[in-house]
């Protein structure tokens, strides 16, 4: 592994040989078959990724990989009452039916309503019951992972983290995590496609697609923030590597597992290839990144104001 590389397993759970994810197998704007989701999930095993991530807002109320995570879809809130958190493990236990264990149960996103502590002490009472293996959280801040992590020790702290989001690297969450010694899971690595180099204009994102109302991609922030793809294209032609590849080869260098999302299998092999980034290479991203300042907000409303809590 690289410099400053994510341990390759959590809580004992190895992870592979990459340190891959898989994640989004079933996305709410991609409806996939099951037998095409099949191949996807067997080739990311033959690939060494085997550490997944679901959760029941991948994907419609019928056909969604198993909600690991305490959230409201009505309202899009999180809820991490007492009464809630163990409803919402009592329900993944029961959809598993012995199938599967829980290895890691994380909230989605910390409850603005309900302090850390009480979210966490409920799990942490769900890890004595053998109901979950160990808990993980989401979108937290230094601050509040050094509370949670002083309640229960945590196995994992999920983050977006991409050349499209490096807000993790300054505003303390990375550095916490890497002093508590607790792995760093990096979803959204490719920025919901945009590091694929996919999408030129803003009439390729797909009409259904949750882009279309993301900030970062709306039209008068759009070829602003193309020329950072553009520029990362230029290093990995000359690298003879794909975007995808450098993107997730720069999350891991960051020390975090990155994860992903694929729906098909050639995108799932491309992702796991595994590729390093010379030191030089590392500045030169870093060059394109003080260069090209990433315009839009990765949310916006009243989402945005859950991230980093």
């Given at each position: 592994?690289?410099?400053?590389?994510?341990?390759?397993?959590?809580?004992?759970?190895?992870?592979?040989?990459?340190?891959?994810?898989?994640?989004?197998?079933?996305?709410?704007?991609?409806?996939?078959?099951?037998?095409?989701?099949?191949?996807?999930?067997?080739?990311?095993?033959?690939?060494?990724?085997?550490?997944?991530?679901?959760?029941?807002?991948?994907?419609?109320?019928?056909?969604?990989?198993?909600?690991?995570?305490?959230?409201?879809?009505?309202?899009?809130?999180?809820?991490?009452?007492?009464?809630?958190?163990?409803?919402?493990?009592?329900?993944?236990?029961?959809?598993?039916?012995?199938?599967?264990?829980?290895?890691?149960?994380?909230?989605?996103?910390?409850?603005?309503?309900?302090?850390?502590?009480?979210?966490?002490?409920?799990?942490?009472?769900?890890?004595?019951?053998?109901?979950?293996?160990?808990?993980?959280?989401?979108?937290?801040?230094?601050?509040?992972?050094?509370?949670?992590?002083?309640?229960?020790?945590?196995?994992?702290?999920?983050?977006?983290?991409?050349?499209?989001?490096?807000?993790?690297?300054?505003?303390?969450?990375?550095?916490?995590?890497?002093?508590?010694?607790?792995?760093?899971?990096?979803?959204?690595?490719?920025?919901?496609?945009?590091?694929?180099?996919?999408?030129?204009?803003?009439e390729d994102l797909p009409e259904a697609g949750a882009m279309r109302f993301i900030p970062r991609f709306q039209?008068?922030?759009?070829?602003?923030?193309?020329?950072?793809?553009?520029?990362?294209?230029?290093?990995?032609?000359?690298?003879?590597?794909?975007?995808?590849?450098?993107?997730?080869?720069?999350?891991?260098?960051?020390?975090?597992?990155?994860?992903?999302?694929?729906?098909?299998?050639?995108?799932?092999?491309?992702?796991?290839a595994e590729v390093a980034l010379t030191e030089e290479e590392l500045r030169e991203i870093q060059e394109i990144?003080d260069t090209f300042p990433i315009q839009g907000q990765r949310y916006g409303g009243e989402h945005e104001a859950?991230?980093?809590?």
């Open positions: 592994m690289a410099q400053r590389a994510a341990p390759n397993s959590i809580a004992g759970k190895r992870i592979g040989p990459t340190g891959y994810g898989l994640m989004w197998l079933t996305r709410p704007w991609d409806i996939t078959e099951y037998a095409d989701a099949t191949k996807v999930m067997k080739t990311a095993l033959e690939q060494g990724a085997n550490f997944w991530n679901g959760g029941m807002f991948y994907g419609p109320p019928n056909a969604n990989s198993l909600q690991l995570g305490a959230y409201d879809r009505a309202t899009n809130t999180p809820t991490g009452s007492t009464e809630e958190v163990r409803s919402a493990v009592e329900e993944a236990v029961r959809v598993l039916d012995g199938a599967k264990k829980i290895d890691i149960f994380q909230c989605a996103r910390v409850d603005p309503k309900v302090p850390v502590e009480t979210t966490i002490k409920a799990l942490a009472e769900l890890v004595a019951a053998g109901k979950i293996g160990n808990i993980g959280v989401s979108e937290v801040s230094g601050a509040t992972l050094r509370r949670a992590h002083a309640v229960h020790p945590i196995a994992a702290v999920e983050i977006e983290l991409s050349l499209f989001s490096t807000e993790p690297l300054a505003n303390g969450i990375v550095h916490t995590c890497h002093e508590l010694g607790v792995p760093i899971v990096a979803y959204s690595p490719l920025s919901r496609g945009w590091l694929t180099g996919q999408y030129r204009r803003y039209p008068d922030v759009f070829d602003q923030n193309l020329k950072l793809v553009e520029a990362i294209e230029a290093l990995a032609k000359r690298k003879g590597t794909t975007v995808p590849q450098v993107a997730i080869a720069w999350v891991r260098r960051q020390g975090a597992i990155p994860i992903p999302g694929a729906t098909k299998v050639d995108r799932v092999v491309e992702n796991c990144l859950l991230l980093n809590q």
